[in-house]
């Protein structure tokens, strides 16, 4: 543990010299989870980045208290976790669906990806018709069924690109 900071809505941050949380980014929410050691548990409601590579943990102690220099475990809320990367997935299959459904036109235009729900921002020329919103649906229904793996490979974005990757955030992401 390296530091501790009262938030001013009565919550607090706790930085670790490394985490295993992810950050908030992208439209996707940060990690929840616990941080421990024998005598206190601090509960994560959100974690984020204030500063390039320096993820904040957001929340409140559950028991006891910590300091500077105390050692601790981590621990995500891998259900929540999941959730989360299952919504990531069906953006990523949305963003498809309506691509072949509407024309290579659409793009992303912002999202929300949390564990119990996500939102979808595109831009398209109008409002969808009953057909097509039903298309689109069948269309992602269709490969969640599937059910593939998901495969993450991280490399330049010139190569992403030759790969088959759809990119449209300018220099926002690697």
């Not at 941080?35 to 984020?48: P, R, Y």
């Not at 495969?151 to 220099?171: C, H, L, R, W, Y």
Request: overall charge negative; some cysteine; hydrophobic content about 35%.
């Amino acid at each position: 543990l390296l530091a501790t900071e009262d938030g001013s809505d009565g919550q607090i941050i706790i930085v670790t010299d490394r985490t295993p949380f992810y950050a908030e980014s992208g439209g996707q929410v940060g990690d929840t989870g616990w941080i421990e050691n024998k005598s206190a548990c601090f509960l994560v409601s959100d974690t984020q980045t204030v500063i390039d590579g320096i993820h904040v943990h957001i929340g409140r102690y559950e028991k006891g208290s910590m300091s500077a220099g105390d050692t601790v475990t981590l621990r995500t809320n891998v259900d929540e976790r999941n959730l989360t990367r299952q919504n990531h997935s069906a953006t990523h299959l949305l963003h498809t669906a309506l691509r072949t459904t509407l024309g290579d036109h659409v793009k992303q235009r912002g999202s929300l990806v949390g564990p119990h729900r996500l939102r979808f921002d595109f831009s398209h020329f109008g409002p969808l018709t009953a057909e097509e919103i039903a298309g689109i649906e069948a269309w992602v229904n269709q490969h969640i069924v599937l059910n593939e793996t998901v495969q993450t490979n991280v490399m330049p974005k010139e190569e992403a690109i030759s790969a088959g990757a759809v990119a449209f955030f300018g220099d926002k992401y690697g």
